[in-house]
């Protein structure tokens, strides 16, 4: 018969309970702030429901009455600079931080409105009805709320989606210098989304100072936590990542307060990170003003044991207790919380003249909708005080370097001069400069802090680089193996960095570098193949750069790396190792947004290319004898084109042809086609043609490959149909 070892983890994992003598021992000033918080709290949640019932919240009203005590009791010791981040249902934790940052972490019951109070609650109110002065100006809304100042990194509609934010920020929180944590609050529901552990094993793997805060209040919607998971003590996660986690009573906000303290003290120690779990009830539906009874899903007799368990009364009575508080001082913080409450909603709805008895917001309250679109992305103005240089203009020395040479030597400058930027990704810090050279030298010259080799978890390694580049003190340069896997961190890249400047309101950066490389013609398959450029040209808020020439790639990358928005950098296996070469210089000239370069110049068609399909262009002209004009776009997003340079071309050729590898489906030509012919239908004598490869992504054999790819010889067709179209000769 076999041996057999029962095996431990060896990681603390404990229940923590107060005691008599814990409350006892609790400082009267901290007993009282909680207090006030919980009640602060209370009455904006009731009113938030009101609202909601009367029509005036647009959207989902996720109230958190009944789990204050976690929020309270986790966050009311803690600093400004400490950071929080949390869920749809986060208006708890957000007031909690907020409270805490304008009281400096102290309440008086019996004053308990100070003129900062008010401010916070009629701000926060406001963001919550999607009125101008709003934290975000009315963008986030309920579930978006972020107040950076405070440490508030921002509320997340995405189940799971905070995680590698906060996890992020813990990294420049550390690598800063700081002793400063951050906390991600989630739910029950969340305890089983990938983002969450593969964070939880980031922050294990590096040591960082971020507490998984799990709300467990027993229900996913009207999903039992019992019919999602097999162990429904969801703090038993930490084990598995070698965490320590605490379980406690979230209706009882001291248990939180003291396991929290726990976490704390082995967070700012540099111990590493910790999970804390808090059973708590919500004691409405998942959204809006009726319990989960009125659903179906829970019982009456449930909701009323939970509600006897109220982290309110809890508070209360053990203040009562000790000699704290009496009732009717108890009845006068929350009669004080109330008419804050209603002070801010009296300042914001008024009676409607249109609909007796009914109200409406008041109307000069809503934002410009002429800001609409404003904040997806910068203004670029910070690139105004760099050199700028055209390549193909450039008289001085030059070098020789192979293309992937280019992109190390332009990584390296960079880091020599802004120790800000650091490089992460898949071996990046192995194999003589990752897969194909493009780190080069760089892990051992800058070291593990700086070149950061991480697990096979895009979601959440690039989540966390999102995350570092909000807290705006370092700027993560992110490596993605193949473009492939941009769905696998589908929502960090679009959900979380893409659209992060424009849901806040424009109130944060996230200066952050997405590398990648188009490998079609290694034979790697329909999973490693693809061209993102349509995929990225298609989501508001990121920039995309694709370089054709080393020298232009130097001038690109250091324009990226300058902004203060997400850019990818698109690179091709077929130009890493072509003979090139770059100005002998310091190589620190920006290529800035709305610099295409004219490769041909010419009368009878435009072409529009970039990466390897402008060498393939130019010589698809050569065999043809078109006159073409050919333009390698270089910036390729939206607000980046060169639509100055494209437009005086098409008024001259009246002709468009554009030329791209890739396949049909998510290519960067259909909406480029479509734009043109928006701008330019008048001087179009023909519908715009497209180079592309066909309908289904490239496979490994290479016969089929190369038929679902595009080069030369579509590039000859392309040339061939225009030709044919406009009666050239």
Do not use: C
């Not at 002793?179 to 029950?188: A, E, I, K, Q, R």
């Not at 409405?284 to 009874?293: A, K, R, W």
């Not at 290694?522 to 990121?542: E, N, R």
Request: aromatic letters at 8%; proline letters at 5%; glycine letters at 12%.
């Amino acid at each position: 018969m076999a041996k057999r070892k029962r095996l431990t983890t060896g990681v603390e994992w404990v229940q923590l309970e107060t005691t008599p003598a814990d409350w006892k021992a609790a400082d009267p000033a901290l007993l009282g702030t909680m207090l006030g918080q919980l009640h602060l709290i209370r009455a904006f949640e009731e009113a938030v429901l009101d609202l909601a019932g009367a029509g005036l919240v647009h959207g989902p009203a996720h109230s958190s009455i009944g789990q204050e005590g976690g929020a309270v009791g986790s966050i009311v010791g803690m600093r400004s600079t400490d950071a929080v981040n949390g869920s749809h249902r986060g208006h708890h934790q957000f007031l909690a931080k907020t409270l805490t940052h304008v009281s400096n972490g102290v309440l008086d019951p019996s004053a308990l409105v100070t003129p900062d109070v008010q401010t916070l609650l009629d701000r926060t109110l406001s963001e919550i009805l999607g009125l101008a002065s709003g934290f975000s100006g009315g963008r986030g809304g309920s579930m978006h709320l972020q107040w950076l100042e405070a440490g508030a990194l921002g509320t997340n509609a995405i189940v799971g989606g905070g995680a590698p934010l906060a996890t992020g920020h813990a990294w420049a929180q550390k690598h800063a210098g700081t002793t400063d944590v951050s906390v991600n609050y989630f739910g029950d529901g969340s305890s089983q989304i990938g983002s969450v552990l593969e964070s939880m094993n980031l922050a294990s793997t590096w040591k960082l100072p971020v507490a998984f805060f799990i709300e467990n209040n027993l229900y996913a919607v009207s999903t039992r936590a019992d019919e999602a998971s097999a162990d429904t003590r969801f703090s038993v996660r930490g084990q598995g990542f070698s965490i320590p986690a605490w379980r406690v009573d979230g209706m009882d906000p001291l248990a939180v307060h003291l396991a929290m303290g726990e976490a704390f003290e082995r967070m700012r120690s540099g111990e590493g990170p910790a999970v804390v779990e808090a059973e708590v009830y919500r004691f409405f539906h998942q959204n809006g003003p009726y319990p989960g009874s009125a659903f179906g899903y829970r019982t009456k007799d449930e909701e009323g044991q939970w509600r006897a368990r109220d982290p309110l009364e809890r508070v209360a009575s053990e203040m009562r207790r000790l000699g704290q508080l009496d009732e009717a001082e108890a009845a006068a913080v929350r009669e004080q919380a109330v008419t804050a409450v209603a002070q801010s909603v009296a300042a914001i709805v008024e009676a409607d003249p249109d609909r007796p008895g009914r109200r409406r917001i008041r109307p000069e309250l809503w934002p410009d909708p002429a800001v609409v679109d404003t904040g997806i992305r910068g203004d670029a103005s910070e690139l105004d005080d760099l050199t700028a240089t055209e390549p193909s203009e450039w008289s001085g020395p030059w070098r020789d370097a192979k293309f992937v040479e280019a992109v190390a030597q332009t990584m390296d400058r960079r880091m020599q001069t802004d120790p800000r930027i650091i490089v992460l990704g898949e071996d990046v810090h192995r194999l003589g400069g990752g897969t194909n050279g493009a780190t080069k030298g760089l892990a051992e010259k800058y070291g593990p802090d700086r070149v950061i080799g991480t697990p096979i978890s895009e979601n959440g390694f690039f989540g966390a680089a999102g995350g570092i580049a909000m807290d705006g003190r370092f700027r993560p340069v992110v490596e993605f193996m193949y473009p492939d896997f941009m769905w696998v961190a589908a929502d960090q890249v679009f959900n979380q960095v893409g659209k992060a400047r424009h849901m806040f309101g424009d109130n944060n950066t996230m200066p952050l570098v997405l590398r990648t490389k188009v490998a079609m013609g290694s034979g790697y398959g329909s999973q490693h193949l693809m061209d993102p450029a349509g995929i990225f040209a298609t989501q508001a808020g990121w920039r995309i750069v694709a370089a054709s020439t080393a020298a232009d790639y130097v001038g690109l990358m250091n324009a990226a790396l300058a902004l203060e928005d997400p850019v990818l950098v698109i690179e091709h296996v077929d130009l890493y190792g072509t003979p090139d070469r770059v100005p002998d210089t310091d190589l620190d000239y920006i290529i800035p947004p709305g610099s295409a370069a004219v490769r041909r110049e010419g009368e009878d068609v435009t072409v529009l290319t970039y990466l390897s399909m402008v060498g393939h262009t130019l010589e698809a002209v050569e065999q043809t004898g078109v006159d073409a004009e050919v333009i390698d776009l270089r910036w390729l997003d939206r607000a980046s084109l060169d639509w100055d340079t494209i437009g005086e071309s098409i008024r001259k050729t009246n002709a468009v042809l554009i030329v791209e590898q890739g396949s049909r489906g998510p290519s960067y030509g259909g909406w480029l086609a479509d734009e043109i012919q928006r701008r330019f239908f008048d001087w179009l004598d023909q519908p715009v043609e497209r180079v592309t490869g066909g309908e289904a992504s490239p496979s490994i054999s290479r016969v089929l490959e190369r038929a679902a790819i595009a080069r030369t010889e579509e590039v000859v067709e392309g040339l061939e149909r225009v030709r044919a179209a406009g009666g050239m000769n």
